[in-house]
């Protein structure tokens, strides 16, 4: 006998707890209401209500696989916390399969190509050629010029003066140049570093030589000189930052998002960036980036807006029944899914099928109630 909950006092906490027993059957809402039917389950709406989206409760119960709408941000760090199987599109397909995880088509979605991906994941450009290399091949021949084989500047160079394989090349393999030295065993923990080679390890592991405590964590991971060793080098954690990288200034290095990323979010979630106080909260509890990198990439909040699109946009929190009604009917053509709709109105600035939902009882309820056909 299903579990009986009164519909009168639905809790983010009770439809968490429903949705975690019934995990196998939270497929579709669809096929989660005729499950819900059977077993006198709350249906999908309840889970629209609460968490906004039916995509949203299926990714607050920890599904990230088919069909639940990840952000590019969210698609980065699953992409980064796996990034040793980051490597080509079908070695990630195999993996992702395995462990229910977005496939590369979600990639190309967000990114258009996957070297772009590539390069958002693991931090460097991705170069295209055909080496004709071999993992084993590359690590026989870092062996043999392992006293060259430093630094990923000192092995550009070299390895351009010997015809050898280039550090991009290693970096493709084997995800980035440390990793590299660490399949060679090369990253035991030197005694001393000359002044350049500091820098170039600064500048190579720039995105975590941002804090002092940072760069010590990122440092142990990795063995590599600590923040006291370049203080000692350079008189001063702010000098060295200066004399590395050119500047100083840790916020930009911790938010460090291109502009054209900003943007992609920003507008993925449209609904939610009209306000600085919407937007913190919004971004806290999806892990998105805050107030302080759009300010920075655009100089003002006002900026950011305007060029996300959102200073044009109206919005409104309540709608009549016969106005929902009017702009469904007159928006017909759209009317017809969740999906298909959702993305309409994100554009137009409409209401968005959480609203039909809440006001008629279900989306399919609020398509006949307003005429459309059932999809």
Same mark, same amino acid.
């Given at each position: 006998?299903?579990?009986?909950?009164?519909?009168?006092?639905?809790?983010?906490?009770?439809?968490?707890?429903?949705?975690?027993?019934?995990?196998?059957?939270?497929?579709?809402?669809?096929?989660?209401?005729?499950? @819900?039917?059977?077993?006198?389950?709350?249906?999908?709406?309840?889970?629209?209500?609460?968490?906004?989206?039916?995509?949203? @409760?299926?990714?607050?119960?920890?599904?990230?696989?088919?069909?639940?709408?990840?952000?590019?941000?969210?698609?980065?760090?699953?992409?980064?916390?796996? $990034?040793?199987?980051?490597?080509? @599109?079908?070695?990630?397909?195999?993996?992702?399969?395995?462990?229910?995880?977005?496939?590369?088509?979600?990639?190309?979605?967000? +990114? *258009?190509?996957?070297?772009?991906?590539?390069?958002?994941?693991?931090?460097?450009?991705?170069?295209?050629?055909?080496?004709?290399?071999?993992?084993?091949?590359?690590?026989?021949?870092?062996?043999?010029?392992?006293?060259?084989?430093?630094? !990923?500047?000192?092995?550009?160079?070299?390895?351009?003066? =010997?015809?050898?394989?280039? !550090?991009?090349?290693?970096?493709? +393999? +084997?995800?980035?140049?440390?990793?590299? &030295?660490?399949?060679?065993?090369?990253?035991?923990?030197?005694?001393?570093?000359?002044?350049?080679?500091?820098?170039?390890?600064?500048?190579?592991?720039?995105?975590?030589?941002?804090?002092?405590?940072?760069?010590?964590?990122?440092?142990? /991971?990795?063995?590599?000189?600590?923040?006291?060793?370049?203080?000692?080098?350079?008189?001063?954690?702010?000098?060295? %930052?200066?004399? =590395?990288?050119?500047?100083?200034? =840790?916020?930009?290095?911790?938010?460090?998002?291109?502009?054209?990323?900003?943007?992609?979010? !920003?507008?993925?979630?449209?609904?939610?960036?009209?306000?600085?106080?919407?937007?913190?909260?919004?971004? &806290?509890?999806?892990?998105?980036?805050?107030?302080?990198?759009?300010?920075?990439?655009?100089?003002?909040?006002?900026?950011?807006?305007?060029?996300?699109?959102?200073?044009?946009?109206?919005?409104?929190?309540?709608?009549?029944?016969?106005?929902? /009604?009017?702009?469904?009917?007159? %928006?017909?053509?759209? +009317?017809?899914?969740?999906?298909?709709?959702?993305?309409? !109105? *994100?554009?137009?600035?409409?209401?968005?099928?959480?609203?039909?939902?809440?006001?008629?009882?279900?989306?399919? $309820? @609020?398509?006949?109630?307003?005429?459309?056909?059932?999809?």
């Amino acid at each position: 006998m299903g579990l009986k909950v009164n519909k009168s006092k639905y809790s983010r906490e009770i439809l968490l707890e429903i949705g975690k027993n019934h995990l196998e059957h939270f497929k579709t809402a669809k096929h989660w209401d005729q499950y @819900a039917q059977k077993n006198n389950l709350p249906k999908s709406w309840a889970f629209h209500t609460y968490f906004g989206t039916w995509q949203q @409760a299926k990714r607050t119960l920890g599904l990230h696989g088919a069909g639940v709408k990840l952000t590019p941000l969210e698609v980065l760090k699953i992409a980064k916390e796996n $990034k040793e199987h980051f490597q080509s @599109a079908d070695r990630w397909n195999t993996y992702a399969e395995k462990h229910n995880l977005p496939k590369h088509s979600v990639f190309l979605k967000y +990114f *258009r190509t996957w070297n772009n991906a590539k390069e958002l994941v693991h931090g460097y450009r991705i170069r295209t050629s055909t080496t004709g290399y071999t993992s084993a091949s590359l690590l026989k021949i870092a062996l043999e010029h392992k006293e060259n084989f430093t630094t !990923a500047s000192n092995w550009e160079k070299y390895s351009k003066a =010997c015809k050898l394989p280039s !550090a991009t090349t290693y970096r493709n +393999f +084997f995800g980035t140049w440390n990793d590299a &030295k660490n399949k060679l065993g090369l990253l035991a923990i030197k005694n001393s570093y000359t002044t350049q080679e500091l820098i170039e390890i600064a500048k190579e592991n720039k995105e975590h030589f941002s804090s002092m405590s940072n760069w010590n964590s990122h440092a142990k /991971k990795k063995a590599l000189p600590t923040g006291e060793t370049y203080i000692k080098r350079f008189g001063s954690w702010k000098k060295s %930052h200066k004399e =590395c990288l050119g500047t100083y200034n =840790c916020t930009k290095i911790k938010y460090n998002y291109p502009k054209e990323m900003l943007l992609k979010i !920003a507008k993925a979630h449209i609904e939610n960036f009209t306000s600085v106080r919407s937007w913190s909260k919004y971004a &806290k509890e999806h892990e998105l980036p805050s107030i302080k990198p759009y300010v920075n990439q655009f100089g003002s909040w006002n900026e950011a807006k305007k060029a996300v699109g959102v200073d044009e946009i109206r919005y409104r929190k309540n709608y009549t029944t016969d106005e929902l /009604k009017q702009i469904a009917q007159k %928006h017909k053509k759209y +009317f017809t899914s969740i999906s298909i709709w959702d993305k309409y !109105a *994100r554009k137009h600035n409409l209401p968005w099928t959480v609203t039909y939902s809440n006001r008629f009882g279900s989306w399919n $309820k @609020a398509k006949k109630a307003v005429g459309a056909s059932s999809s």
